[in-house]
């Protein structure tokens, strides 16, 4: 089976293609390079340094494909609030592009990265596929709409979809290249910034008056080698017709202040930090209900957060 990977040059997309190849797949990958690196596509996987929205780059990238996992897109809150016409433009549009060119091509087959920003502030704790979508910024916008969008296309167009929500990705995947890393410029999220934290630039902790026991946000963070695990079984689970919504999160939470605990257990040495006020946007607690996950497509995480934060710490180094 040929599975066309978009984004595939990204820290999550490249990790989905080692695994994927190592498991027999095919691969081809579109990717554009802006945010993505192209030394991360390894040799013998046909890659297309292409754009979402290039239609004939598009069409190239399709040729031979059995199905598609879209991870291609803009993915910072902070920058979607200040370029919002860009996060349309790339994520909504390019996905438009996508699914016309596989109308084109005959491809029916795609499992898409959506995410936990699509609920904004939830109601309830924790967060089924069912919940109230209420998107609190322009970059969870985009990734409502392309569900969306990808739900009316498996009406009219008959196929077979997958949106799988991410909450917080973390962690990385040693393989016979090295280790596949999180190269993010500017890097926002947290596990990053906290293992760069030093004395000169203090990790900021963003509120300490958050309605939690510690006062610090809840965040649910899942080592990417499970999400990649996720979607391997979002693909054989794909029907004709059909378009289903998954929860990818541990089912737990961590305070920020217990991800710097968890780094200063990795590092063996106090982490600093620097009280800042809340980041305009965050929810205080966003925490999964994989229950669905579970139970439909057999997936359950197995990596923590201290293993999370080890590898991506090993990663760095
Ligand atoms: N935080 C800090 N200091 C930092 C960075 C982050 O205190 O230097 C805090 C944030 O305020 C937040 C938590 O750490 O409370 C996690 O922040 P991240 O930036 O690591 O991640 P987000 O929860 O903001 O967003 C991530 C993805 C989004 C996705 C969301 C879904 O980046 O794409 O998870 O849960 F939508």
Known sequence: MRVLVTGGAGYIGSTAVEIMRHQGFEISVLDDCSTGHADSVPSGVRFIQGSLLNEKEIAEALMGVDAVIHFAGKSLVGESVEKPDLYQRVNVGGTRNLLD????????KIVFSSSAATYGEPAVIPIKENAQTSPTNPYGATKLEIDHMIH???????????????????????????WLSERHNPETHLIPNVLRSSGETPVRIFGGDWPTPDGTCIRDYVHVIDLIDAHIKALNSLELGVHEIYNLGSGDGYSVRQVIAAAARAKGQEIPTIDSPRRTGDPAVLIADISKAKSILGWSPSRGIDEMVSDTLASFN
Not at 101 to 108: D, N, P, R, S, W
């Open 152 to 178: 009316a296309e498996s009406e009219i167009r008959n196929i077979a979809a997958v949106s799988l929500r991410y909450f917080n990705v973390a962690g990385a995947l040693n393989c016979d290249r090295g």
């Open 101 to 108: 060119g596989m109308h084109t091509a005959g491809v029916k």
